[in-house]
Nanobody, 125 residues
Framework: QLQLVESGGGLVMPGGSLRLTCTASGFALDTYAIGWFRQAPGKERERVVCIDSRGRSTDYAEFARGRFTISRDNIKNAVYLQLNSLSLEDTAVYSC??????????????????WGQGTQITVSS
């Protein structure tokens, strides 16, 4: 079973940047679509962005477009999420999720079958 581990979260000031990493083990990541999701306290989980297995297709949530960038390095078995211009509203637990498929990724969290534990991002002055 694909195992995913997120890293790179932390405390950052408004306007700051972070880079999250989703590292896979158990299987080669190059056959898996990966999605990033976040959940803030008292709110439902929402999608951030996803990327297909080869990195040719991405799908960003509106709030993420222009500020966040997803990329992947299948040789390193990792997917990255660069977050810029962070605001208080970006405070949440960020999780990556995977599903084995080609040429597609989904905005729905229910589509994915492997999840990491999440990493906390706190944006505060």
């Amino acid at each position: 079973q694909l195992q995913l581990v997120e890293s790179g979260g932390g405390l950052v000031m408004p306007g700051g940047s972070l880079r999250l990493t989703c590292t896979a083990s158990g299987f080669a990541l190059d056959t898996y679509a990966i999605g990033w999701f976040r959940q803030a306290p008292g709110k439902e989980r929402e999608r951030v962005v996803c990327i297909d297995s080869r990195g040719r297709s991405t799908d960003y949530a509106e709030f993420a477009r222009g500020r966040f960038t997803i990329s992947r390095d299948n040789i390193k078995n990792a997917v990255y999420l660069q977050l810029n211009s962070l605001s208080l509203e970006d405070t949440a637990v960020y999780s990556c999720a995977g599903k084995r498929t080609d040429y597609y990724c989904s905005e729905s969290p229910h589509w994915y079958d492997s999840w990491g534990q999440g990493t906390q991002i706190t944006v505060s002055s």
